[in-house]
Structures are given as C-alpha cells and as structure tokens.
C-alpha cells in the first residue's frame, strides 16, 4: 500500500521528505505502526520522530553521514588503480 507520494527536486534529500510526510499521515490516520525504510532515510532525528508519534522506523543504518554540501547527490567514490 502507498498511501503518500511527494515529488521534490533532485537535490532534496530523502531525510528531509520524511517528516512531511508521517505528518501529512498522521493528519489522516494513516501513519502505519511501522514503515520500512532504506539507508538513504535512516537519521537519528527521525528514529527519534517516529518513536515520539508511536511508529518503527526501521531501516539500515548509514555507512558514513552525508556531509550537508553532499545531500541529495550521490556518493562518490576514488579508486587508485595499481
């Protein structure tokens, strides 16, 4: 079941997108007890939302935070060859 969909710019990060919205879900009673999320949305602060609201937010933790200047963008790696 999808019961929200926001489309953003590219250059919004997926942490900022998740607050709206569970908020926008909670106005409307449908903010499940547990929504399953990927890496790209695991930030302490929302773990932190979710459990004040009475919802799991469970997901993969993040290898290394994102940097603010590197939000949205994907992570780029270097290799040296040799």
């Known amino acids: 079941m999808i019961p929200q969909v926001a489309t953003t710019d590219a250059v919004v990060a997926d942490t900022?997108?998740?607050?709206?919205?569970?908020?926008?879900?909670?106005?409307?009673?449908?903010?499940?007890?547990?929504?399953?999320?990927?890496?790209?949305?695991?930030?302490?602060?929302?773990?932190?939302?979710?459990?004040?609201?009475?919802?799991?937010?469970?997901?993969?933790?993040?290898q290394q935070p994102l940097a603010p200047e590197n939000r949205g963008r994907p992570a780029l790696t270097s290799h040296r060859l040799g």
């Open 16 to 62: 900022e997108m998740t607050e709206p919205v569970h908020q926008t879900l909670t106005e409307l009673e449908l903010l499940p007890d547990m929504h399953v999320i990927d890496s790209g949305y695991t930030a302490a602060a929302l773990l932190l939302a979710a459990t004040k609201r009475g919802s799991e937010l469970p997901g993969p933790a993040r």
